[in-house]
T-cell receptor, first 114, second 110 residues
Framework: DTGVSQDPRHKITKRGQNVTFRCDPI?????LYWYRQTLGQGPEFLTY????????KSRLLSDRFSAERPKGSFSTLEIQRTEQGDSAMYLC????????????FGSGTQLSVL | QQPVQSPQAVILREGEDAVINCSSS?????VHWYRQKHGEAPVFLMI?????EQKGHDKISASFNEKKQQSSLYLTASQLSYSGTYFC???????????FGTGTRLTIIP
């Protein structure tokens, strides 16, 4: 089964450090989304890609966050100078069409900033 | 703007029915429903597109009233496996991302 995979599953870091997460979507999917989820809340949109183009970025996202999807394949999400408020589950999802098809979610990366 | 779900939480005995509602303040093109169990990723249940359609499979169905910008998820004869948090995700016209609701925590007890 070649579902959406995310790496690492867990990341513990100290405040001020940089972290990078990776997402490998389902290979034929051209849409890739990043969401953030905190305990008891719904997933919050961060950004999305159509192939390699980043088409939208949430206004809630500070300049410390950056995402890439080189060659329209895997994607990385980097957080610079992490803060305790960045602690959350970071979810990646992919789909083959913009919203007529379901999102396939990865298992997420749980980030803890100490 | 985040859609509002109700109720926030519900506890049912196995075999009972439940209805979860999702309301948006914006005109909607589509509504998605997902279920998430603790520590796991959200899992897709169904999509409803504008047109006021109703869908269902097995004992889970949903309706979409585009005039009222509301959707409801119906779970009949609930099973223990239905436990989890249910999220609706909505998309408006020209808005190519899902905005997820506040969630409804469903607990099924034997």
């Amino acid at each position: 089964d070649t579902g959406v995979s995310q790496d690492p599953r867990h990341k513990i870091t100290k405040r001020g450090q940089n972290v990078t997460f990776r997402c490998d979507p389902i290979s034929e999917h051209n849409r890739l989304y990043w969401y953030r989820q905190t305990l008891g809340q719904g997933p919050e949109f961060l950004t999305y890609f159509q192939n390699e183009a980043q088409l939208e970025k949430s206004r809630l996202l500070s300049d410390r966050f950056s995402a890439e999807r080189p060659k329209g394949s895997f994607s990385t999400l980097e957080i610079q100078r992490t803060e305790q408020g960045d602690s959350a589950m970071y979810l990646c999802a992919s789909s083959s069409d913009w919203l007529r098809e379901k999102l396939f979610f990865g298992s997420g990366t749980q980030l803890s900033v100490l | 703007q985040q859609p509002v779900q109700s109720p926030q939480a519900v506890i049912l005995r196995e075999g009972e029915d439940a209805v979860i509602n999702c309301s948006s303040s914006k005109a909607l093109y589509s509504v998605h429903w997902y279920r998430q169990k603790h520590g796991e990723a959200p899992v897709f249940l169904m999509i409803l597109l504008k047109g006021g359609e109703q869908k269902g499979h097995d004992k889970i169905s949903a309706s979409f009233n585009e005039k009222k910008q509301q959707s409801s998820l119906y779970l009949t004869a609930s099973q223990l496996s239905y436990s989890g948090t249910y999220f609706c995700g909505t998309a408006g016209f020209g808005n190519e991302k899902l905005t997820f609701g506040t969630g409804t925590r469903l607990t099924i007890i034997p």
